[in-house]
């Protein structure tokens, strides 16, 4: 499934600017592949220091993933990971992961 993201107004189009469209069905290969070991099959997190993926934002998964690239969110673990992304990929991973739906329960 393709979903087209529209450029943002000009003002945030700099820090936000996202490639035309994602690719979900590569953002879950690439996510099976090289994320899953730690953020579980379906972004539930596997470990107990990783953080759950599925249902955040889109916007934010992608922002953290270039901000790791970046080296301006340091990490020694998803900083090596994030290194060779390309903006498709990390437009990719992040719309598999924001499409996945969580559901929220009061506390017992
Ligand atoms: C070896 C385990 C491991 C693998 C593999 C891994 N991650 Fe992570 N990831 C982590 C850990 C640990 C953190 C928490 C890092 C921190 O404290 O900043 C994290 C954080 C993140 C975050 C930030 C989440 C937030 O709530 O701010 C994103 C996004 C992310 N990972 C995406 C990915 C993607 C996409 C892949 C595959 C390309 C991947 N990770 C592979 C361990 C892993």
């Given at each position: 499934m393709r979903i087209l993201t529209l450029a943002c107004a000009a003002g945030l189009a700099g820090a936000l600017a996202l490639p035309a469209a994602a690719d979900m069905a590569a953002g879950k290969a690439k996510a099976d592949m090289?994320?899953?070991?730690?953020?579980?099959?379906?972004?539930?997190?596997?470990?107990?220091?990783a953080p759950n993926l599925?249902?955040?934002p889109q916007m934010y998964l992608a922002e953290q993933l270039k901000n790791y690239r970046s080296g301006k969110r340091t990490h020694e673990v998803m900083g090596v990971i994030a290194k060779p992304l390309t903006d498709q990929e990390i437009e990719d991973t992040s719309a598999w992961y924001a499409s996945l739906q969580v559901e929220v329960r009061e506390a017992k």
């Amino acid at each position: 499934m393709r979903i087209l993201t529209l450029a943002c107004a000009a003002g945030l189009a700099g820090a936000l600017a996202l490639p035309a469209a994602a690719d979900m069905a590569a953002g879950k290969a690439k996510a099976d592949m090289a994320c899953a070991v730690c953020h579980g099959a379906q972004g539930i997190a596997t470990l107990p220091n990783a953080p759950n993926l599925a249902g955040q934002p889109q916007m934010y998964l992608a922002e953290q993933l270039k901000n790791y690239r970046s080296g301006k969110r340091t990490h020694e673990v998803m900083g090596v990971i994030a290194k060779p992304l390309t903006d498709q990929e990390i437009e990719d991973t992040s719309a598999w992961y924001a499409s996945l739906q969580v559901e929220v329960r009061e506390a017992k």
